[in-house]
């Protein structure tokens, strides 16, 4: 009970710092080294589940789109990662 809620609070803290409205403003900055690894710092430190799967397969989308160039993708597939854990 204690890791989930831990983990919850962890997600809600990486949405509120780096939220969809963030990325978009940033326009591809918000896809970067950095943001990708507190992201997964972040799914790491969830419950085992479904939500974290899901997450753990956005992080890796993340990552291909970053190392292939494309920002806008990568932007896309880290807001996913930290909106999963909220929605399930």
């Given at each position: ?9 962890l997600v809600t803290v ?75």
């Amino acid at each position: 009970m204690t890791t989930k809620l831990l983990g919850a609070a962890l997600v809600t803290v990486a949405i509120f710092a780096f939220g969809p409205a963030q990325a978009a403003r940033m326009h591809g900055a918000g896809c970067s080294g950095a943001n990708l690894e507190k992201t997964e710092t972040a799914v790491e430190a969830m419950a085992d589940g479904d939500a974290r799967w899901e997450a753990q397969k956005q992080v890796a989308a993340a990552q291909d789109a970053l190392l292939a160039g494309r920002m806008g993708a990568c932007s896309m597939h880290l807001t996913k990662a930290m909106h999963v854990g909220m929605m399930k």
